[in-house]
């Protein structure tokens, strides 16, 4: 059974910065799109950021853009997302998302087009 391990959540102060990391449990895997959503307590999970069509595109939502970077290292089937410059309102539960069956997604943001979820980690940013 294929799972995501997810690390690198904890708590940090405004500005600090933290690097979350998904792993693909078995190495038979090659994830083929790659994201990180977020849940805040009371709100829906959204979207932060996506790596698709096999890593050559990438987005992220507007809120994060210019502070996070996802990326992925193919060797180790990990995920990264790194978060600078972090805020209170990044307070959150971080979910990353994989998809392997290697179609092209309809919608990258769309939670249903990924087949593997983390556990999720907790991020917590204090002013």
């Known amino acids: 059974q294929v799972h995501l391990v997810e690390s690198g959540g904890g708590s940090v102060q405004a500005g600090g910065s933290l690097r979350l990391s998904c792993t693909v449990s078995?190495?038979?895997?090659?994830?083929?799109?790659w994201a990180w959503f977020r849940q805040a307590p009371g709100k829906e999970r959204e979207g932060v950021a996506v790596?698709?069509?096999?890593?050559?595109?990438?987005n992220y939502a507007d809120s994060v853009r210019g502070r996070f970077t996802i990326s992925q290292d193919n060797a180790v089937n990990t995920v990264y997302l790194q978060m600078n410059s972090l805020k209170p309102e990044d307070t959150a539960m971080y979910y990353c998302?994989?998809?392997?069956?290697?179609?092209?997604?309809?919608?990258?943001?769309?939670?249903?087009?990924?087949?593997?979820w983390g556990q999720g980690t907790q991020v917590t940013v204090s002013s």
């Open positions: 998302a994989a998809d392997f069956s290697g179609g092209s997604l309809l919608d990258p943001w769309a939670q249903g087009e990924y087949n593997f």
């Open positions: 078995t190495s038979t895997y090659s994830s083929y799109a």
């Open positions: 790596l698709y069509s096999r890593g050559t595109r990438l």
